[in-house]
């Protein structure tokens, strides 16, 4: 019953530290050092390999190292292979964090100081309550739902939107495509947590970016696909759009030459908005194992049909 990691290495050394104290009696194995494939029941991975049913003949389980599962190659996973994503506190914390910090940036006019502060200007800009930005989040799942559960408290107007109906309180929910040009007229901050999937690649368009009001936001931080960047560009241009933080690219990383390293108005990180906590993942997906055994449904396992 060999549980397999094929992720980062050195956290992966962290994950077998932790296996050794907390479940001792499940072989743990640091790909490409997998021992027997067919005693690989478990993997637990950021990219399977290719053709894991073949390389692993028992494989029951893929645990996404990662919340999202885009990075998959579904289609080379057969069905009774169950798909399962990251669903732990640490990743939910560091998203909330960076978040936050992304729409206080914003909220307090840093990138326009940051610009006086390179030419010597000491000027004073207008301090807006939170309460007059509205905030807008697209996808109201694990981490959608606790960024918003945090920004509430500074006041600002919020809402989310998703597929399905959603209740939160203090947020103004909206779900499917027919309410979104009122959920984007409502947004000055706008931010992405959607996963990647057919419906959500190159969403973040100049057509959506048109429905919000002149001089809003953009921080991206769910996938770089989901953004047309030259539409981004044309929105930052034209003051359609005043800033935006992309924590995502497309690809990652971008080309030297690319305009986002140096513009004024986008502020760039190499995908670090979050991550899967060793600490707190093994303790998670040890309890799927457990459930998994015991015929119960796992935390976190993806519906294929919906690609999330
Ligand atoms: P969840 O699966 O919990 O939530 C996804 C949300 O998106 C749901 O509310 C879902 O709606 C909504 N959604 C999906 N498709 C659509 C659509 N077509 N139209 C409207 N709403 C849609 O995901 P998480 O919150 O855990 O994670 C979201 C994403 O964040 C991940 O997939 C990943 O891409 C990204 N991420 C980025 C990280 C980073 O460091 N930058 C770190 C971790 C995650 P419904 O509720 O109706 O199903
Ligand atoms: C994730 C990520 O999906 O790191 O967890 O982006």
Redesign the pocket.
């Known amino acids: 019953m060999t549980l397999l990691y094929k992720a980062d290495p050195e956290r992966g050394k962290q994950w077998a530290r932790l296996f050794a104290v907390k479940a001792p009696d499940i072989p743990f194995r640091l790909w490409p050092d997998i021992g027997d494939p067919a005693s690989v029941r478990y993997l637990a991975a950021w990219q399977p390999p290719d053709n894991p049913a073949h390389t692993l003949p028992n494989l029951e389980v893929i645990f996404s190292v ?5 990075q998959f190659d579904l289609s080379g996973v057969p069905p009774n292979i169950t798909v399962v ?3 732990e506190p640490g ?2 914390e ?2 909330v964090e ?1 978040v936050t910090q992304a729409v206080l940036t914003i909220h307090r006019d840093l990138f326009d100081y940051a610009l006086q502060q390179q030419q010597r200007i000491w000027r004073e800009m207008p301090v807006r309550a939170a309460v007059s930005r509205r905030v807008g989040v ?9 960024v918003l559960e945090r920004l509430r408290l500074f006041g600002f107007p919020c809402a ?7 209740r939160l309180e203090g947020v103004e929910c909206h ?3 027919e309410a ?1 040009d009122a959920f984007l007229a409502r947004t000055d901050i706008l931010i992405c ?5 057919d ?2 690649r190159g ?1 973040l368009d100049k057509r959506m970016f048109a429905k919000l009001p002149k001089g809003a936001s953009l921080i991206n ?3 770089g696909p989901q953004l047309n960047q030259q539409d981004l560009l044309d929105a930052l241009e034209s003051g359609q759009l005043h800033n935006a933080i992309l ?2 690219t497309n690809p990652e990383p971008l080309a030297d030459s690319h305009p986002f390293w140096t513009h004024p108005h986008v502020r760039i990180t190499p ?6 906590r060793p600490e707190t993942a093994v303790d998670v997906v040890l309890d799927n194992i457990r459930r998994h055994l015991d015929g119960l449904p796992m935390l976190g396992q ?1 519906d294929r049909g ?3």
């Open positions: 990662g919340a999202g599962i885009d994503r990251m669903v990743i939910v560091g998203m960076y697209l996808g109201l799942g694990m981490l959608g739902t606790a989310g939107w998703s597929r399905s109906a959603h779900a499917g495509v979104l947590l959607l996963p990647l999937t419906a959500t969403l931080v769910g996938r924590d995502v995908h670090i908005a979050s991550a899967t993806i919906r690609g999330y």
